[in-house]
């Protein structure tokens, strides 16, 4: 069942109701500020397995604990590292996720049996609602298939857990459109292991010393014994072969441009995402185009992305060529979700 609900001021009864499944043990998809959640009672065992089975998501991949107050914190942390205080009054609610000791109640099915918790209080009123009605600390991977890209619209999740989800509460398209920015305060010093919607520069102005660790954790998983499995690159793989361009501007669209011309001469189907201002490019080329907006507004960019992404594969293109937009801000984060759509298809343009 799909509920339309006011993404600023919830109606009540729509909440209650969400609520009540999420207290019997159901399911239900629900907008954040970055994008749609797969919900369910983060203290009980078996409505967690439910998330697993409905997104078929392989156990060993742990879930993100969604809290509405720093009350709900200390349910599912058993400690708090000094830096938990600065960072949650600057940036939450918002879309920032800390990577904590897990408290014992938290049930190792959330966690994917490790010792820590991954925590964060999303920045959107139907979110916060929710697990303030429901009363429970609620745990939510994003509400797409496994390997699809993150769903931003409800109609995304329609798509991909239609019948497999109890209720979906549709308060139109998220706001930010990448994930949150996972941080890891587990360890001797902070270290990102997602970059996400809370920018890298805006955790250095809270933060002395902090790391960007993605590929420590691409080292673990050859060695079997990687730390958090949902950052593997086919994560967000479109059906469609994905090739992603990144380097210096002008080199990077020339680069792409022969790739295009290649593609079409062997008659396949192509698909580009692209900024407004490089169509005149393309122009008059028979390949299928997504505009991402201006090239110099990431926030619109990276809102846009992963529907960017279905609606390409929706039309059936066989290759999906996507350029990056540096690395400054949420390019960051843009640059790591496309890298992850090629599973290593990444063309380096100097
Ligand atoms: O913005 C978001 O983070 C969205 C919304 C719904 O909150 N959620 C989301 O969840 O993206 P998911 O499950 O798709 O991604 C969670 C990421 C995974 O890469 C997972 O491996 C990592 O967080 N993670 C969760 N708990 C962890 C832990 N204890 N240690 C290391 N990584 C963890
Ligand atoms: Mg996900």
Do not use: C
């Amino acid at each position: 069942m799909l509920l339309k609900v006011d993404p600023v001021q919830p109606e009540d009864d729509i909440i209650r109701q969400a609520a009540e499944v999420i207290r019997q043990g159901g399911l239900v998809a629900f907008p954040t500020e970055t994008v749609y959640g797969l919900g369910a009672n983060a203290l009980n065992e078996e409505a967690v397995a439910r998330i697993f089975v409905a997104k078929d998501r392989p156990a060993e991949d742990p879930l993100i604990v969604h809290i509405a107050s720093i009350e709900d914190l200390r349910r599912v942390a058993r400690e708090l590292p000094p830096q938990v205080r600065v960072l949650s009054q600057a940036f939450w609610p918002g879309p920032l996720t800390l990577i904590l000791p897990r408290a014992a109640a938290v049930p190792s099915n959330v966690t994917a049996g490790l010792d820590t918790v991954g925590v964060r209080m999303p920045a959107h009123a139907v979110a916060l609602a929710l697990i303030r009605a429901a009363g429970t600390p609620i745990a939510a991977p994003s509400a797409n298939l496994f390997g699809r890209p993150s769903p931003t619209t409800a109609q995304h999740v329609l798509e991909d857990l239609g019948g497999r989800v109890d209720l979906i509460l549709d308060g139109g398209p998220t706001p930010i459109g990448v994930e949150s920015t996972v941080l890891d305060l587990s360890g001797e010093r902070p270290v990102i292991l997602r970059p996400g919607g809370l920018s890298r520069e805006a955790l250095s102005l809270v933060l002395e010393e902090i790391a960007v660790d993605t590929s420590a954790l691409w080292r673990e998983r050859e060695e079997g014994r990687f730390p958090s499995p949902g950052l593997m690159e086919k994560h967000y793989a479109p059906r469609a072969r994905l090739i992603f361009f990144r380097g210096a501007e002008q080199a990077m669209l020339a680069a792409m441009k022969e790739q295009v011309d290649q593609l079409l001469a062997a008659g396949k189907k192509v698909g580009l995402l692209l900024a407004s201002e490089d169509r005149g490019l393309f122009a008059g080329y028979p390949v299928l185009i997504e505009d991402l907006g201006p090239g110099d507004n990431l926030g619109h960019i990276a809102a846009r992305l992963f529907a960017a992404i279905r609606a390409l594969d929706g039309q059936g293109v066989e290759v999906i060529l996507a350029r990056g937009f540096g690395a400054m801000g949420l390019g960051l984060a843009i640059e790591d979700r496309l890298a992850k759509a090629a599973g290593g298809r990444v063309v380096e343009v100097h």
